[in-house]
């Protein structure tokens, strides 16, 4: 069975403009699958219909086999779904610390669970001496490991990447 499934995504936005136009594709454990494209082809209009930020003007979105198109993301989230947007996405008013901590709280964790996957992340994405500072000051490439570091904070069982290295230094 198929971790995510999308069957025949279409996305009209007001006006008419067609920007994504029956896209189906399956997604099985262990594989890594991309939507390939040029600008404006629908990559991420395809991305935010399957993660739950957008609704699908028509088809339907499948997660372990059952049927999430009408799930906000919140829910999708604590069903096994990551998203990581092209677009800035954490809070910059926040420290680095407590950008993660935000996510896991969220989450049926203790909160020493919670402390331990803080630290252990910030560890891993090269952020221990940034976890005090505030979010607005980091630099891109900083800003973007701390998105990729909330992203797989839940340990989700597929991870949507919308162009995951943007930024990156």
């Known amino acids: 069975m198929s971790i995510l499934r999308c069957e025949g995504l279409v996305k009209v936005y ?21 939507l390939l494209g040029p ?17 699908p003007t028509e088809g339907k979105v499948f997660l372990n086999g059952k049927d999430v198109t009408r799930w906000p993301m919140y829910k999708r989230a604590r069903h096994g779904m990551g998203y990581l947007p092209q677009d800035q996405s954490i809070f910059t008013k926040l420290t680095v610390e407590q950008n993660l901590i935000a996510i896991l709280e969220y989450l049926p964790f203790s909160r020493k669970e919670r402390l331990f996957r803080t630290d252990k992340l910030l560890d891993q ?31 989700p069982k597929i991870i949507l990447l919308d162009e995951p290295f943007t930024g990156i230094d």
């Open 39 to 55: 600008n404006g082809a629908g990559k991420s209009t395809t991305f935010r219909m399957a993660c739950g930020l957008a609704a």
């Open 125 to 155: 994405f090269g952020l221990v001496k940034l976890r005090g500072q505030i979010a607005s000051t980091l630099s891109g490439g900083e800003r973007r490991r701390l998105e990729i570091a909330r992203c797989l904070s839940s340990e």
């Open 14 to 34: 007001p006006g008419g403009k067609r920007a994504v136009d029956g896209v189906s594709f399956d997604v099985n454990p262990g594989e890594i699958v991309g």
